[in-house]
């Protein structure tokens, strides 16, 4: 079965400072991955997926996310983080690969605080 | 504006008291979703709809019921709500090709507290 795992329930940075939200995965087949993020009070907003190709994605606000496949992980990163990007970020995997569900596998959750 | 809307966004309500959470989308999505978010657990998909009349189980199905009338709505229906569904529920919907990968769009959420 597929699933996903976010190590850290919480990351804190500082302004300005380069981030990382870690993803591993674990799938049958080739995996189809998204990052969401959760501000306060809102929905689940979109900001990236992996589907083929390149291993670097780039998404909404700055973010990027390296796929590595030896390593299973699809870690979130952003050059220079924002007061306003603190927030909720989930990781997720398409379930099943194929077929039609639309299913999304999430991780827990990482909490990311970025302080002035 | 492209949005999934919810109703209500709140809601507290009794064991045993039947309720309906609504889910509207103006995109002309053919799927939609419900999921529910509980700490420490992420999301996990409740049930499911490809399209108008075409419904299915997702991981956590049981004490739910749904129904696609049409394509805009997906309500979600708890017909004796206990207190283990007390949660926050969202509801999504996107395109819906064959194999497609498209990212799903999500509304406000509803919480939801069974007293």
């Known amino acids: ?116 | 504006e492209a949005q999934v809307t919810q109703n209500p966004r709140y809601l507290i309500t009794v064991t045993g008291k039947k309720l309906t959470v609504t889910c509207s989308q103006n995109m002309n999505h053919e799927y939609m979703s419900w999921y529910r978010q509980d700490p420490g657990l992420g999301l996990r998909q409740i049930y499911y709809s490809m399209n108008v009349e075409v419904t299915d189980k997702g991981d956590v199905p049981e004490g739910y019921k749904v129904s696609r009338k049409e394509k805009r709505n997906f309500p979600l229906i708890l017909e004796s709500p206990s207190p283990n569904q007390t949660s926050l529920y969202f509801c999504a919907s996107s395109w819906a090709e064959p194999n497609s990968y498209n990212e799903q769009f999500f509304g406000p959420g509803t919480r939801l507290t069974v007293l």
């Not at chain 1, 699809?74 to 299913?103: E, I, M, Q």
């Open chain 1, 1 to 116: 079965a597929q699933s996903v795992a976010q190590p850290e329930d919480q990351v804190n940075v500082a302004e300005g400072n380069p981030l990382t939200v870690k993803c591993t995965y674990s799938v049958s087949g080739n995996p189809y991955l998204f990052w969401y993020v959760q501000y306060p009070n809102r929905g689940l907003q979109f900001l990236l997926k992996y589907i083929t190709g390149d291993n670097l994605v780039k998404g909404s606000y700055g973010f990027e996310a390296e796929f590595n496949k030896s390593q299973t992980s699809f870690h979130l990163k952003k050059p220079s983080a924002l007061v306003s990007d603190s927030a909720l970020y989930f990781c997720a995997v398409r379930d099943p690969p194929s077929g039609n569900t639309g299913k999304l596998i999430f991780g827990q959750g990482t909490t990311l605080q970025v302080k002035p």
